[in-house]
């Protein structure tokens, strides 16, 4: 019989890949939050003096991402509620990739451009870019939601050990949605607040899901079908 070794150290790379997803979207977001407002000249100014963090950050984003999809693929494998965590992440990277793209576009553009040389057309398409760009991640704060849900969900199925941290995902989930309803509907300064405490909040519960399903798979309960997922850890029950 195949030793499933490397089938063990996938699933438990996959669970790591969670806290990874989490690590990597944080720094990019030190590296590069953007500037204070979509106006055109403010866009123009920022991405003239942030143009290599804003690739930087681009480039941490598309890394995070792939955890992201991987994480949410090994939880379909070993938790129940399946299906919608994959689409719900898959969606959530579909929608900040576009806005991550939006932004890389605006540094390529504008990166080390003399100001004084911008046409005021080109003050209008910056500001074009950017407003896309912010209206896909206010869609992917909703997307985000859904996944975080489909995490409580997928705990809250699983059994008496995974019950507490299940209830606490409620409070992530409904942070993280409620977050997203601000940020789309208001226009005021503290909702910028709001929306990086949401979106910070998420990046919190991916890193805590993550890490519990490690320790989990590590001690060989993680799955519904707990043999399952021993049988991929310990290669003793293959053999």
Not at 25 to 36: I, Q, R
Not at 59 to 82: N, V, Y
Not at 216 to 222: E, H, I, S, T, V
Request: net charge neutral.
């Amino acid at each position: 019989m195949n030793d499933p070794r490397p089938l063990g150290r996938l699933r438990l790379a996959g669970a790591v890949s969670g806290a990874a997803f989490a690590i990597l979207a944080f720094v990019a977001f030190l590296l590069a939050p953007g500037p204070s407002s979509s106006d055109g000249v403010t866009v123009v100014e920022y991405y003239t003096t942030h143009a290599s963090r804003t690739f930087w950050a681009a480039a941490l984003i598309g890394l995070a991402a792939i955890c992201l999809l991987w994480f949410a693929e090994t939880l379909t494998r070993l938790m129940s509620s399946a299906p919608l965590g994959v689409a719900g992440a898959a969606a959530t990277v579909a929608l900040y990739l576009v806005a991550v793209g939006c932004w890389e576009i605006l540094g390529e553009i504008y990166g080390g451009v003399d100001i004084v040389d911008v046409p005021s057309a080109g003050y209008e398409n910056a500001h074009t870019l950017q407003v896309i760009g912010l209206g896909a991640a206010h869609m992917g704060n909703f997307a985000a939601a859904a996944f975080a849900g489909s995490i409580t969900a997928a705990m809250l199925a699983s059994g008496a050990r995974w019950r507490s941290l299940g209830l606490a995902g409620i409070a992530f989930t409904a942070a993280r949605a409620i977050s997203a309803l601000i940020e789309l509907a208001s226009k005021s300064h503290w909702s910028d607040v709001v929306a990086t405490a949401g979106f910070l909040t998420f990046l919190a519960w991916v890193f805590i899901a993550s890490t519990a399903l490690l320790v989990a798979m590590r001690r060989g309960f993680a799955a519904i079908p707990a043999a399952a997922v021993q049988s991929a850890v310990s290669p003793s029950h293959a053999r």
